[in-house]
């Protein structure tokens, strides 16, 4: 079992920067490919980026390429998503999600374990 505990959302205006963390329970962290997604208000819940397990190797949605970054910290159990140049259309709860051993990176239902979510409102 994985629990997992997003932090970091809040309110900016656009063309600021955040940073979000994802702290994740157990000992086998690093088998775990993570991932980020988001859903807006009516809106279905997409990828954002994802870091797999085996290489730390990211992807990205091409609506956040060259403004996020996703990062692990395998030593703290930590995964995160730094944003910047944010947008409007950036605003969205932000969920943390953790797949075991996984190389299908963009599919929800592929991960077993996802946050609370953490919301971040970009305003223009």
């Known amino acids: 079992q994985v629990q997992l505990v997003e932090s970091g959302g809040g309110l900016v205006q656009a063309g600021d920067s955040l940073r979000l963390s994802c702290a994740a329970s157990?000992?086998?962290?690093?088998?775990?490919?993570m991932a980020w997604f988001r859903q807006a208000p009516g809106k279905e819940r997409e990828s954002v980026a994802a870091?797999?397990?085996?290489?730390?190797?990211?992807n990205y949605a091409d609506s956040v390429t060259g403004r996020f970054t996703v990062s692990r910290d395998n030593a703290k159990n930590t995964v995160f998503l730094q944003m910047n140049s944010l947008k409007p259309e950036d605003t969205a709860v932000y969920y943390c999600?953790?797949?075991?051993?996984?190389?299908?990176?963009?599919?929800?239902?592929?991960?077993?374990?996802w946050g609370q979510g953490t919301q971040v409102t970009v305003s223009s």
């Open positions: 157990g000992r086998t962290f690093s088998s775990y490919t």
């Open positions: 999600a953790a797949g075991f051993r996984i190389d299908t990176l963009v599919v929800p239902r592929r991960y077993a374990y």
């Open positions: 870091i797999r397990w085996s290489n730390s190797r990211s």
